[in-house]
């Protein structure tokens, strides 16, 4: 039987037992099945035809699947000149089109190769403008002939292979900055690359950055948290402020600067947006975009009534590498004696202590926010559930109609949706207050009986049935305003 010219290689080929019987082969790693191909066979099926240039390609052979997005070279016409110009010509261009290709396994999930074709893409168009400015991808593909042939020269000279790419790469910025985007997808899923050190491409993979326990959290999960977002939430940033004003590029926008500059674990989204001077929905979209990235994370503002515990998932080796950063970090303590405060659901307000110093205060809230920063500690939260007896009239629950919880949106009993934590000008200022209504609607609510605020009641019950608000309003505690706009909210 004919051997297909585009099948693996395997070195159990071939390789049987005293009884005709194929032996067990051990699996192949991921490098060996991309290296079963040979050079021709990947440029034969890899170059496309012009008509699938612009489109997503895919390609599936075995257990190896290709992705990329081919890109044609429209060259613009060539301009005659007269012979006493002295810019520089053009050559005559001989690349008709290129494919920025990455292998994955076959049975990769269709997120995964959703986002390997979004930056072959993103590559592909930096790569297209580059050349058409500059000639750019010719001068880079000339350089890695060049050095192909001279080491061919040499393999047929010494009789001795040699692997042209560890020479490739000294010489060709376009084989290093391919590289490097291999190397970043491996290790951190964020890659920065300056084509031609000119356009900047960059990408995000969150299978690799948003993972819990080992498992990375699907893109779907990601972009419904993200939709999820609350004015009451609070924004926690992974990194320093000055670590992560010098990943930002120099076009970044202002926005973006303000509103690290003005970050706080203790202000809600609300507040942050009122000391950065920016439009609630700006915040929303920049927050979005660094939880994106991994840079941030959204938690509720810290407060005295905030409970915490440790995590299951967190690493409480007595030497682990958090340890040593928590050591360099606040000096004097240790992060298993911290970590063994939060073995049980405690609150902070069981940590305050009022002789102590506000210095003292200031540094137990820097080390909650380290602890959350590195994923060691998780909030628990109570919720409230309501469940009216039905009516004698209503014996039973129409099916049309949609369960309470359905309707009226739980939220958590530990942060209210707006608190005032210390100066409204500094973001600096850690300092713990009690949460309570007079801080979070002082300036909505000015009065407990006004006009307004039973305006806002009738309009926060208003998605309750008649029933339902019949039942509320029968309850003692709701004859008190302040009570019952609580309820309410």
Known sequence: KQRSPYALNTTGDGLEDQDGDSREQSPLTDEQLVAGFSDIILATILATKSDICGKKFELKIDNVRFVGHPTLLQHPPIIQVSKTDPSPKREMPTMILFNVVFALRANADPSVISCMHNLSRRIAIALQHEER??????????LMLAVQDEITTMTETDESPQSPFRQILPKCKLARDLKEAYDSLCTTGVVRLHINNWLEVSFCLPHKIHRIGGNYIPPEALERSLKAIRPYHALLLLESEKALLSQLPLDCSPAMVRLIKTCSAVKNLQQLAQDADLALLQIFQIAAHLVYWGKAII????CENNV???????NICLYSPLAERFAQQFPGHDLPSMLAKFSLPVSLAEFRNPLEAPAQEAQLIQMVVWMLQCRLLIQLHTYVCLLVPPSEDEPGLRDEDPPLAARVGGRSLSTPSALSFGSPTSSDDMTLTSPSMDNSS?????????????RMTETLLASLSEHERQVILNIPAAQNPEDLRMFAR
């Not at 400015?133 to 000339?142: D, F, P, S």
């Not at 915490?308 to 967190?314: D, F, K, Q, T, V």
């Not at 002082?442 to 039973?454: F, I, R, V």
């Open 133 to 142: 400015r500059c000639q750019y991808l010719t001068r880079e593909a000339k």
């Open 299 to 302: 938690i509720y503002p810290l």
């Open 308 to 314: 915490y515990m440790l995590s299951p998932h967190a």
């Open 442 to 454: 002082a300036e909505l609510l000015p009065g407990g009986d006004s006009p307004l605020n039973k």
